[in-house]
């Protein structure tokens, strides 16, 4: 865990995963068309990142949202990103519910100090 850009992200062949997507951030006035830095993210192999945005798009489309519609507040967009990260790493053993909690934890009081929360 740790946020987007960040040094403990390079060159581990991972790929880094927001839990507050970037383009929330945009919609919001946050972020300027690049990727936040320090976007709470955890370092994911490809595989593992795939299988994240792909339960991510089945709750949005459960939702009745496209994968790139946001929902209104980073408090729903946390809570449903923490479902997909729940459902796809958590059950099948890929991280631990401590580590799904501390991303949650992270995002969440980054959201509230972007005052979008």
């Given at each position: 865990?740790?946020g987007?850009?960040?040094?403990?992200?390079?060159?581990?062949?991972l790929?880094?995963h927001?839990?507050?997507r970037?383009?929330?951030?945009?919609?919001?006035?946050i972020?300027?068309?690049?990727r936040?830095?320090?976007?709470?993210s955890?370092?994911?192999s490809p595989?593992?990142?795939?299988?994240?945005h792909a339960?991510e798009?089945?709750?949005?489309?459960?939702r009745?949202?496209?994968?790139n519609q946001?929902?209104?507040?980073?408090?729903?967009?946390?809570r449903?990103?923490?479902?997909?990260?729940?459902?796809?790493?958590?059950?099948?053993?890929i991280?631990?519910?401590?580590?799904?909690?501390?991303?949650r934890?992270f995002?969440?009081?980054?959201?509230?100090?972007?005052?979008?929360?």
């Amino acid at each position: 865990m740790a946020g987007y850009g960040a040094k403990a992200h390079k060159n581990d062949g991972l790929e880094a995963h927001e839990i507050v997507r970037n383009k929330f951030l945009e919609e919001k006035g946050i972020a300027k068309g690049r990727r936040y830095k320090g976007n709470p993210s955890i370092a994911l192999s490809p595989e593992h990142h795939d299988m994240v945005h792909a339960e991510e798009n089945r709750l949005r489309r459960a939702r009745g949202l496209g994968p790139n519609q946001m929902l209104k507040r980073g408090k729903l967009e946390i809570r449903l990103m923490s479902q997909a990260i729940h459902n796809s790493l958590v059950r099948t053993g890929i991280i631990t519910q401590q580590q799904a909690r501390t991303a949650r934890r992270f995002s969440t009081s980054f959201a509230k100090r972007k005052g979008c929360f």
